[in-house]
C-alpha cells in the first residue's frame, strides 16, 4: 500500500491543524493506521493509532489536544491537532499496519509508511 501524506505548515502556538493521509489499494479499512512524529536526531514518537473498527488511542503527550479519524470510503486517515505547542513541530509520519501487535505504539509496529509532512509551531 501507497500512503499520501499532507497538512502541514507553519502555525503558531495554540493554533490548529489538521492532516490527512491517503492510501492507495482496496483493504484500507483492514489496516491499523497511525500517526508518528520525528525531530532531528531523535527517535520516531508514536502519536495515535485508530484499529480497523475505529478504536483509538493517543500518546498522553496529545491526549485531549488531537484526534485521529478515520474515511474507509475515502482511503484516508486523519489527525487533527488543537492547541498546539512549539514540542508538536516535528515530522509527521502516517503509517498503516496489516496486524494490531504490542508494538503498534512504537515505530517497529507498522508496515508501510508515507511520506512525512513538517508541522511547525512557532511560540
Known amino acids: 500500500v501507497q500512503l499520501q501524506a499532507c497538512g502541514g505548515g507553519l502555525v503558531q502556538a495554540g493554533d490548529s491543524l489538521r492532516l490527512s493521509c491517503t492510501a492507495s489499494?482496496?483493504?484500507?479499512?483492514?489496516?491499523?493506521m497511525g500517526w508518528l512524529r520525528q525531530n532531528p536526531g531523535k527517535e520516531r514518537e508514536w502519536v495515535a493509532s485508530i484499529t480497523s473498527a475505529g478504536t483509538t488511542n493517543y500518546a498522553d503527550s496529545v491526549k485531549g489536544r488531537f484526534t485521529i479519524s478515520r474515511d474507509n470510503a475515502k482511503n484516508t486517515v486523519y489527525l487533527q491537532m488543537n492547541s498546539l505547542k512549539a514540542e508538536d513541530t516535528a515530522v509527521y509520519y502516517c503509517a498503516a499496519a496489516r496486524f494490531y501487535s504490542r508494538t503498534i505504539q512504537t515505530s517497529n509496529g507498522y508496515d508501510y509508511w508515507g511520506q512525512g509532512t513538517l508541522v511547525t509551531v512557532s511560540s
Open positions: 489499494g482496496r483493504t484500507f479499512s483492514m489496516y491499523v
